[in-house]
């Protein structure tokens, strides 16, 4: 079983790695649900990117809350919480505009 505890340390421990990992995949991912909705691909392709997405915007927000759990309060940590509600935003926003463009465009064609 998983001890919060340690998870937390090796979270604050490898914080270098895990944000050159988190902060470029929260940004592709991101784009890639922009793109998918944009070129209007299909609901399945842009849940899959957005769910992707926002597991890494999740994992995001849980680093940067051990950080907080400890006390540090510093511009990076800001920054990176920015970052990931910025994504997880930007992706509920794909989905919904594909919802809604697609039932739009489909009363249009029966029109």
């Not at 979270?11 to 909705?37: E, H």
């Not at 999740?58 to 919480?81: E, K, N, S």
Request: aromatic fraction near 12%; hydrophobic fraction near 55%.
């Amino acid at each position: 079983m998983l001890d919060f505890n340690t998870l937390t340390e090796f979270s604050r421990a490898n914080c270098v790695g895990i944000c050159a990992f988190l902060v470029p995949a929260n940004l592709l991912t991101t784009l890639l649900t922009i793109i998918l909705t944009a070129k209007q691909r299909p609901a399945r392709q842009i849940w899959q990117a957005a769910g992707i997405a926002s597991t890494f915007a999740f994992v995001m927000v849980m680093h940067v809350y051990t950080w907080f759990m400890i006390g540090v309060v510093m511009a990076p940590t800001y920054i990176l919480l920015s970052l990931a509600i910025t994504c997880w935003l930007a992706n509920l926003t794909a989905i919904w505009w594909q919802r809604r463009y697609t039932h739009t465009l489909s009363l249009s064609k029966n029109t």
